[in-house]
């Protein structure tokens, strides 16, 4: 969720293509796992894929990491 974050400078809705989240956290290009793991916090209703392809923070997703920096 940090690198979607980051590369979308923390707003919802913004696209980020997989290879620049693979790139962000030292992946390979085309790395089965980040797919796996954006699918995962699409679950969790955190994350939304695109119409495009790239993958987007949502609202809620935006909460629980402002959340999550008020506990730490």
Known sequence: MTALADASHAQAGVGVPVAVLDDAIG???????TPLNLASLEADGLAERLEDGTWALTEAGIEKMREDEELS
């Open 27 to 33: 992946r390979g290009r085309d790395d089965m796992r």
